[in-house]
Nanobody, 130 residues
Framework: QVHLVESGGGLVQTGGSLRLSCAAS????????MGWFRRPQGRQREFVAH????????YYRDAVKGRFTISRDNAENTVYLQMNSLKPEDTAVYFC???????????????????????WGQGTQVTVSS
């Protein structure tokens, strides 16, 4: 069993930055692909970013490319999401998730769904004021 805990959310003005962390306990994350998702109020949960188990592959939804960076520190059992140039439309609850299955077949347009992940954190609120 893997227990994921997100932190780092908060209230920030447009153009500001936040760094989200996802700390894991129970099992090492070193062989898990990891993802970040978000759920804007009144909307479905959506993919934000994904990182392979060794950090060599990263993927993002178009709306955050160039602004968000996913990274991981397997020694610390932690995954991060650095969010820069934040916009009001980034306001959402952000979740991290772990995929304990075999490595995905990565393609240039890889876009995972939530069903590919086995473990989820409780989420952290990010609010961007205009």
């Amino acid at each position: 069993q893997v227990h994921l805990v997100e932190s780092g959310g908060g209230l920030v003005q447009t153009g500001g930055s936040l760094r989200l962390s996802c700390a894991a306990s129970g099992r090492t994350l070193s062989r898990f692909a990891m993802g970040w998702f978000r759920r804007p109020q009144g909307r479905q949960r959506e993919f934000v970013a994904h990182i392979s188990w060794n950090g060599d592959q990263t993927y993002y939804r178009d709306a955050v490319k160039g602004r968000f960076t996913i990274s991981r520190d397997n020694a610390e059992n932690t995954v991060y999401l650095q969010m820069n140039s934040l916009k009001p439309e980034d306001t959402a609850v952000y979740f991290c998730a772990a995929d304990s299955g075999p490595p995905p077949s990565y393609t240039d347009n890889y876009f995972p769904t939530s069903h590919e992940y086995d473990y989820w954190g409780q989420g952290t609120q990010v609010t961007v004021s205009s």
